[in-house]
């Protein structure tokens, strides 16, 4: 027998009577309790908690947006318009508030990183945070990210630190993953970030997290300083972070250390040998030699940067990967930078967030908690994190939820971040926000590049200046924009174009591109940037007044007013208003400018003079006024 349809009821329901006695007093108990007065809501709420709220069923909420054409299940967010509407057909006046202020709280605990100096100054890695306790602060282990062209052996000098043989279990010895991983040297713990080239380093600084102490840049003594060399080069210096170079196999035969050394100062790197403050260190990672002297440089220079945290506070870290795991589910790599995340503690972690079911350390094994500088996987995140997202330790679930969906109307409001135009820096350099513009430069050919370099570098001044973070020639592509977009630079080019990679990013990444063919153009335009008048306020100067005594034609060239200058001065190639007994005739401007016979720049109250005028109509007794448009405070 087929089951029965169910077909709704029709009519009116029929009133049931009200239990009397003990049965209605426990449904009276159990009954939610109703609110009195306006209801404070969130911008955005779940079915369940906003039942709770108002102190109703969830069938009834669900019911009321059905009623509305929304169809929502218990766990899903409503936004406070749909909430307002129906907890007015419920009966319940609404105000929006409530997880706004929580929301406010993380977005403002975004900026508690502070970093040394301002821009110009050294962005810098986070160091403290403001917050943290001074009484508490412990000096804690230098993170390190491994850099370098590929096949130069970075995979193979962290295997040689870690006594591993990661390499040898990738496809082709190419790194496949982003990882971290921890040594220890001389009783020192050293934490390393493993990266494929320099795409993570710059994800990560692109959405503002800045985790690396210090940069080993990894050159082959064989090969010499390659194309992503330069690259990884261009974003630690833009990232204002210590480098130290390490000239791998140079236990090969055909090995020449002091040929990259030549390479790197060709791209300003100057090591010490050469009266530099760069480290460079000979390794080969086959042979496991130099690996200690590597060590030892990467600690003296993490002394001197005297690295703390404050481990008694609740972790703050950044996401370095993460992956779905069949086994686990979602799976992250976070570096706790300040505190201790611990095993069931609630964390908001970008557009998502979870209770910490598990922590597995860079060996693999479980443990209960993590404190500053350590690299962690992290099991119970409700979605995948991005790298580069800020995890933090929060109260309850629901401020986490509420943290993921206000960085969820941030993300679908501006992609996730926000990136400067020149305009933007022109006018923060006019308020004496930055002291550098800092600039990514493209040119056709590398004959232009010198001279483009020089007419820029000229533009610069006592209080501002431009930074070239990368320059060459060819085609704008990807790993420029990606620069600049990490370093909140603009990209200028010079008879140049965007290649396909590089159009996506720009749509991607919302980077200001300027492409010139006039060379004076592009230097006009840097040159307002840094002045501040990039988009500059015009106001309107009057200049003079002249009365017409005579009208001269003047064949070809039109008609010229011989004039009376009866104020102020009348200036060649200004602007020009022409009046009939008080009524303007004409918006024009001064084409020539006549004393008898010779031309000049300008004429004086109480001196006649010739005006010509881009205009037709000009009769005896007619006034010209001289105005200038001329910026604003100027």
Avoid at 131 to 136: A, C, H, I, R
Wanted: charged letters at 25%; glycine letters at 10%.
């Amino acid at each position: 027998m087929p089951p029965r349809r169910y077909r709704p009821r029709r009519g009116p329901r029929p009133q049931r009577k009200r239990t009397g006695g003990a049965a209605a007093a426990l449904l009276e108990a159990q009954a939610p309790v109703r609110p009195a007065g306006p209801i404070e809501l969130p911008s955005s709420i779940a079915v369940k908690d906003f039942a709770e709220t108002l102190g109703v069923s969830i069938a009834e909420i669900i019911n009321v947006l059905i009623r509305n054409g929304i169809f929502a299940t218990v766990n899903q967010a409503i936004d406070f318009d749909t909430a307002s509407l129906v907890a007015a057909e419920l009966g319940f006046e609404a105000t929006e508030g409530g997880a706004a202020e929580r929301a406010a709280a993380v977005a403002a605990s975004e900026q508690d990183l502070v970093t040394p100096g301002g821009p110009g100054e050294g962005e810098g890695k986070p160091t403290l945070w403001t917050d943290d306790d001074p009484t508490k602060l412990v000096t804690r282990a230098p993170i390190v990210t491994v850099m370098g062209h590929v096949d130069h052996g970075k995979t193979s000098l962290l295997d040689a630190v870690r006594e591993t043989k990661v390499a040898s279990g990738e496809s082709g010895g190419i790194t496949q993953h982003i990882g971290a991983s921890e040594v220890v040297h001389n009783g020192k713990r050293i934490v390393f970030l493993d990266t494929p080239g320099h795409e993570a380093f710059t994800a990560m600084r692109a959405r503002g997290a800045q985790v690396t102490d210090i940069a080993i840049i990894v050159v082959a003594a064989d090969d010499g300083v390659m194309p992503q060399t330069k690259e990884a080069i261009d974003h630690v210096r833009a990232a204002r972070v210590p480098m130290i170079v390490a000239i791998n196999k140079v236990d090969k035969p055909d090995a020449n250390p002091d040929r990259v050394k030549q390479e790197l100062a060709d791209n300003k790197v100057l090591i010490e040998e050469y009266g530099g403050d760069v480290i460079a260190v000979p390794v080969s990672a086959k042979q496991r030699t130099g690996i200690d002297d590597l060590m030892e440089m990467v600690l003296l220079v993490a002394d001197l940067q005297d690295l703390k945290a404050n481990p008694e506070r609740d972790a703050i870290g950044t996401i370095v990967e993460s992956k779905v795991d069949k086994g686990r589910g979602n799976v992250a790599t976070v570096l706790v930078q300040t505190g201790t995340l611990k095993v069931g503690q609630v964390v908001s972690v970008g557009r998502t967030w979870g209770r910490v079911r598990a922590l597995n350390n860079a060996a693999g094994k479980r443990v209960k908690e993590a404190g500053p500088a350590s690299a962690v996987e992290i099991i119970g995140l409700q979605g995948l994190p991005e790298a580069g997202d800020i995890l933090r330790v929060v109260s309850d679930e629901k401020t986490a939820r509420d943290a993921g969906e206000a960085a969820d109307r941030v993300a679908a409001g501006a992609d996730g971040q926000k990136v400067s135009s020149l305009e933007d820096i022109s006018a923060q350099i006019k308020d004496s926000e930055v002291a550098e513009l800092r600039v990514v430069l493209k040119t056709d050919v590398q004959g232009s590049l010198g001279a483009i370099r020089h007419s820029v570098e000229r533009l610069n001044t006592a209080e501002v200046r431009i930074n070239i973070l990368r320059e060459g020639a060819g085609d704008i592509n990807e790993s420029d924009i990606n620069l600049a977009s990490a370093s909140d630079a603009v990209v200028i080019g010079f008879n140049t174009k965007l290649d396909a990679g590089a159009q996506r990013s720009v749509e991607a990444t919302g980077v200001d591109v300027r492409i010139y063919d006039v060379i004076y153009k592009l230097t006009d335009d840097i040159g307002q940037a840094l002045q501040g008048l990039l988009t500059p306020k015009l106001i309107e100067q009057v200049e003079g007044h002249a009365e017409v005594r005579m009208v001269i034609k003047a064949g070809r060239a039109g008609n010229v007013a011989g004039s009376y200058v009866t104020d102020g001065r009348i200036v060649r190639g200004g602007q020009a208003r022409l009046f009939r007994a008080g009524q303007l005739l004409a918006d024009t401007r001064i084409t020539s400018l006549k004393r008898f016979k010779d031309d000049v720049r300008e004429v004086a109250t109480g001196f006649e003079c010739g005006i010509g005028l881009d205009a037709d109509d000009i009769a005896e007794g007619d006034v010209i006024e001289c105005y200038q448009m001329v910026t604003e405070g100027a």
